[in-house]
């Protein structure tokens, strides 16, 4: 069973800028969730999605959408680039919706914002 | 705010030694989960405790769970280089529509050859 791809693992955009990272869960999985991570902050929850709906969203500017698609792929967007959007961003699946069971991670994209 | 913290920060030991590391958290959970992570890598699930269990194992793993305490415990015994990674408590929130895991800022071991 293939894991939690995530596209591009590494990408380099300036402030400004925008960018799109893209999870494709485990199959049969319909709960994707998108995480942060940067050494300040540590691991922050962005949102969850499951069955093309967004379930619960973390703390994040509006600068950070997402969605999912039939296929529970899913996409997250962050738009006006800034330079502390540098960050480990991690894609996680599971086939129970809330978080509550064990969560599947990609190995993530990492951002580096100039 | 990060709901579980770790303890302590870093942690390093002997190949062969054991590694014990601590998570304490605010709110009741329904469940805490302890996670790996190698060097920038993605997280790999190590075991989740439910809120009405108190010790469980999964290997050279032993975690254990004070629901009144609101602490929680992650140890590694007789321990390998590979165990050499950044170990994560993450909690989920009980009675609550809060759904995510909130992650501690983690525990970095080094395993000494």
């Known amino acids: 069973k293939a894991g939690v791809t995530q596209t591009p693992r590494y990408l380099i955009k300036t402030r400004g800028q925008q960018v799109t990272l893209s999870c494709s869960p485990i199959?049969?999985?319909?709960?994707v969730s998108w995480y942060q991570q940067t050494p300040g902050q540590g691991l922050q929850f962005l949102f969850e999605y499951f069955s093309e709906t967004q379930r619960n969203k973390g703390n994040f500017p509006g600068r950070f959408s997402g969605r999912q698609f039939s296929n529970s792929r899913s996409e997250m967007n962050v738009s006006t680039l800034e330079l502390g959007d540098s960050a480990l961003y991690l894609c996680a699946s599971s086939s129970i919706v809330g978080n509550t069971g064990e969560l599947f991670f990609g190995e993530g994209s990492r951002l580096t914002v100039l | 705010s990060q709901q579980g913290e770790e303890d302590p920060q870093a942690l390093s030991i002997q190949e062969g030694e054991n590694a014990t590391m601590n998570c304490s958290y605010k709110?009741?959970?329904?469940?805490l989960q302890w996670y790996r992570q190698n060097s920038g890598r993605g997280l790999v699930h190590l075991i989740l405790i439910r809120s009405n269990e108190r010790e469980k194992h999964s290997g050279r793993l032993r975690v254990t769970l004070d629901t009144s305490k609101k602490s929680s415990s992650l140890l590694i015994t007789a321990s390998r280089a590979a165990d050499t990674a950044s170990y994560f408590c993450?909690?989920?929130?009980?009675?609550?529509?809060?759904?995510?895991?909130?992650f501690g800022a983690g525990t970095t071991v080094t395993v000494r050859a």
């Open positions: 709110t009741s959970i329904n469940n």
């Open positions: 993450a909690t989920s929130r009980a009675r609550s529509n809060d759904y995510k895991l909130s």
């Open positions: 199959s049969g999985h319909r709960s």
